[in-house]
């Protein structure tokens, strides 16, 4: 793949990161649904168990590679640590 111009490559990246975010936001809901997770009484927050949340997250990068041109996976994999780190 020729080298794209860095405005459409920062483009894509986001476009990768917005997906990557919805596929986490609903893997984690489906969770929250199958385990009968409550809200916390202090802050109201429902959150899936540190393991599960570790699978979910690969399995959202997993997605995001999959729907990406294979040219774009090591940047997506660079991306990766900060991507965690937001969500």
């Known amino acids: 793949m020729a080298a794209l111009d860095p405005a459409y490559e920062e483009l894509f990246l986001g476009i990768a990161h ?30 899936v168990p540190q393991e599960i949340d570790r699978e979910l997250i690969q ?6 590679q999959r729907h990406f041109p ?13 991507w965690i780190r937001l969500a």
């Open 59 to 64: 399995q959202a990068f997993a997605y995001v």
């Open 18 to 47: 917005a997906l990557f975010v919805n596929r986490l936001h609903v893997l984690r809901l489906t969770e929250v649904v199958r385990l009968g997770i409550k809200p916390d009484p202090h802050d109201q927050n429902m959150e």
């Open 70 to 82: 294979q040219a774009f996976s090591g940047k997506i994999e660079s991306a990766k640590a900060r």
